[in-house]
């Protein structure tokens, strides 16, 4: 049982370039959230999803896109990378809506 | 002015000593309380649960809610170096009873327990 799988580990990307963040989890779990975690502001939640085809932003949605194409899978889009997304990046799921979350291990994300 | 109040620290205390950590929030709505444990370069992991008020205890640890005060804690009894962490407190909930898997978080604070 993996969990919650973050991939890739470690990405440094140049201003202006894209990429997406990968998050898939084998839980079955039907919410789906994407949080950044920077120094002095704990996580943050930038996008969430209740299910397949449902999400909605958090409370720092700029600059990132999402998608829920299946339950397992719930990928991170940075559209144009800034300086200012520079960060930790952690996927999240969990079975309900008053459930506590299961963390994956992170994407630290560079951007210069 | 933040929704979840956490002092960063960081904290350093010698082992078996008794841990203390706090948030407050601001927010009457939230209804389910958490304590997560980071450690360096991992993702959080899931210490305590609670709903609503009162104590929760779980081996060396205890979580407390205090709704009326908008107060949470964390105690940890014969603090070990293996507890040298980063502990997130966290809440969620709004009056439909459901948080849709959203969290909010304190800051974090920084916890080392030197032998």
């Known amino acids: 049982n993996a969990g919650v799988t973050q991939t890739p580990k470690f990405q440094v990307l140049k201003t202006g370039q894209s990429m997406t963040l990968q998050c898939a989890q084998d839980?079955?779990?039907?919410?789906m959230s994407w949080y950044r975690q920077d120094p002095g502001m704990g996580l943050r939640l930038i996008h969430y999803?209740?299910?397949?085809?449902?999400?909605d932003q958090g409370e720092v949605p700029n600059g990132y896109n999402v998608s829920r194409s299946t339950t397992e899978d719930f990928p991170l889009r940075l559209l144009s990378a800034a300086p200012s997304q520079t960060s930790v990046y952690f996927c999240?799921?969990?079975?309900?809506?008053?459930?506590?979350?299961?963390f994956g291990n992170g994407t630290r994300l560079t951007v210069t | 002015q933040k929704e979840v109040e956490q002092d960063p620290g960081p904290l350093s205390v010698p082992e078996g000593a008794i841990v203390s950590l706090n948030c407050t929030y601001s927010?009457?709505?939230?209804?389910?309380f958490m304590w997560y444990r980071q450690y360096s370069r991992k993702g959080p992991e899931l210490l305590m649960y609670?709903?609503?008020?009162g104590n929760k205890e779980d081996g060396r640890f205890t979580a407390q809610v205090d709704k009326s005060s908008k107060y949470i804690s964390l105690f940890i009894r014969d603090s070990q170096p293996s507890d040298s962490a980063t502990y997130l407190c966290?809440?969620?909930?709004?009056?439909?009873?459901?948080?849709?898997?959203?969290?909010?978080f304190g800051q974090g604070t920084i916890l080392t327990v030197h032998p």
């Open positions: 999240a799921s969990s079975y309900a809506g008053y459930s506590p979350l299961h």
């Open positions: 839980m079955n779990h039907e919410y």
């Open positions: 999803s209740v299910g397949a085809g449902i999400t």
């Open positions: 927010n009457s709505a939230f209804q389910y």
């Open positions: 609670t709903y609503s008020s």
């Open positions: 966290a809440m969620s909930g709004n009056a439909g009873g459901t948080s849709y898997g959203k969290l909010t």
